[in-house]
């Protein structure tokens, strides 16, 4: 099956940027997707980007997308304690038609050091 | 806003006990999801649910069975919890045909 790889830890001081790294295996996918999951909660969509796109900003987030690597990256600029949280990374597996899931990878935990 | 809640936030339950968790979204999502949460581990699906009366196996669904009787609702049930099924429980949803999952706050399950 399809697999979505992750660093499992980022430990950065208030202020800095944060670069979260993400790899995927299958090359079709359409869709790769970025959620927040702060403590006691759940999964919050932070940002997503289709397939066609190499970048997507939106405010202190940007999101890169290597295809040929099969890379895929949030940076977080002005990195603040607020943004301490697990991070997941998520590729859409297609299983025909309209049907398909996320796959997610072990999500990475962004600690933010004043 | 789309809304998915999940009837409790925590649980503690004893091994053997039959176990229901329940998840309802406002949104009319033809799609729902039942995720396990482990350290390490990230997220597992369990079983999902295109449509009311319909349910396909996700990758771990050993041990759980899923009833959606309505589409706004999609429970989860442990026929007899065992302690290696403590863990932290999310329910997802969306449009069919749409990739974007929402979540609901998940439900921290202990079983003794």
């Known amino acids: ?114 | 806003d789309v809304k998915v809640t999940q009837s409790s936030r925590y649980l503690v339950k004893r091994t053997g006990e039959k176990v229901f968790l329940e998840c309802v979204q406002d949104m009319d999502h033809e799609n729902m999801f039942w995720y396990r949460q482990d350290p390490g581990l990230g997220l597992r699906l369990i079983y999902f649910s295109y449509d009311v009366k319909m349910k396909e196996k996700g990758d771990i669904p050993e041990g759980y069975s899923v009833s959606r009787e309505k589409k706004e609702r999609f429970s989860l049930i442990l026929e007899s919890a065992s302690t290696n099924q403590t863990s932290m429980y999310l329910c997802a949803s969306s449009f069919a045909g749409e990739h974007t999952q929402y979540f609901g706050p998940g439900t921290r399950l202990t079983v003794l």
């Not at chain 1, 970048?55 to 999101?63: A, I, P």
Request: glycine fraction near 8%; hydrophobic fraction near 30%.
């Open chain 1, 1 to 114: 099956g399809e697999d979505v790889e992750q660093s499992l830890f980022l430990s950065v001081r208030e202020g800095d940027s944060s670069v979260i790294n993400c790899t995927y295996t299958d090359s079709s996918s359409t869709y790769l997707y970025w959620y927040k999951q702060e403590p006691g909660a759940g999964l919050q969509l932070l940002t997503y980007i289709f397939s066609n796109m190499d970048m997507k900003q939106d405010q202190r987030l940007t999101v890169l997308l290597n295809k040929k690597d099969k890379h895929l990256s949030l940076r977080i600029a002005d990195t603040q304690t607020g943004d301490s949280a697990i991070y997941f990374c998520a590729e859409w597996e297609n299983y025909g038609g309209s049907q398909g899931n996320l796959i997610f990878g072990k999500g990475t935990k962004l600690s933010v050091k004043p």
